[in-house]
């Protein structure tokens, strides 16, 4: 099956820091999603991005499909960040996901 | 808010038992997945329908079923519970088939097995 690689595996910022997640993926792909699993559990769906640069408020994606990899990019971090950080794609019928990044975030 | 509910938030049960975990996709959608997280084992498909038909498994155990039903909920059952179905069980749901498009997930329910 395909292989989707996180790193890093974990991250500790200050707050107000920027930071880079990065996603490999083994195979081409159909469908790559980024998510924040905050502290509590809820899986909170950031981008929809199989290809091409998104942007929502502090955070931004970019997806290079031919190249088999995605960006997560977070400026001027908060605490409210913290958590962890999946990408997740879907090479034939289920979303896969890697091990995640665990963000922590310090005042 | 995902429009994803699920139910029980949590659910605390014993080896040997059997639960019902229940699922009610966003308005609209007709695919309805679930997923298993643990610890050992990262965030797992268990298994997708697409209005009312299975569309396709995944690593879903033996003593685990599920089903959709005509107004498109769904409900996974988990028998013969073991100490290793402790998890956070949750479900997504999608307007497309084969998880095309975007999914989006409920809160989660945690089940913990004594």
């Known amino acids: 099956g395909i292989q989707v690689e996180q790193s890093p595996p974990d991250l500790i910022l200050q707050e107000g820091a920027n930071s880079t997640l990065r996603c490999n993926f083994s195979d081409s792909v159909n469908n790559l999603q980024w998510f924040h699993q905050n502290p509590w559990g809820q899986l909170i769906n950031l981008f929809y991005i199989p290809s091409g640069t998104k942007q929502n408020g502090r955070l931004s994606a970019t997806t290079v499909a031919t190249e088999r990899y995605s960006l997560l990019y977070i400026s001027s971090s908060q605490t409210t960040d913290s958590g962890v950080y999946f990408c997740a794609v879907v090479p034939d019928y289920k979303l896969s996901f890697g091990a995640g990044t665990t963000v922590t975030v310090r005042a | 808010d995902s429009g994803v509910t699920q139910t029980p938030k949590h659910l605390i049960t014993a080896t040997g038992q059997r639960v019902t975990l229940r699922c009610s996709p966003r308005?609209?959608?007709?695919?309805v997945y679930w997923y298993q997280q643990s610890l050992d084992q990262g965030l797992q498909f268990l298994i997708q329908?697409?209005?009312?038909?299975?569309?396709a498994k995944g690593n879903i155990l033996e003593r685990f079923s599920a089903q959709q039903f005509p107004d498109l909920h769904s409900e996974l059952n988990l028998s013969s519970l073991e100490l290793g179905d402790s998890a956070l069980y949750f479900c997504a749901s999608s307007p497309r088939d084969y998880n095309t498009g975007e999914l989006f997930f409920g809160e989660g329910s945690r089940l913990t097995v004594l």
């Open positions: 308005s609209g959608d007709l695919s």
């Open positions: 329908y697409y209005n009312g038909e299975e569309r």
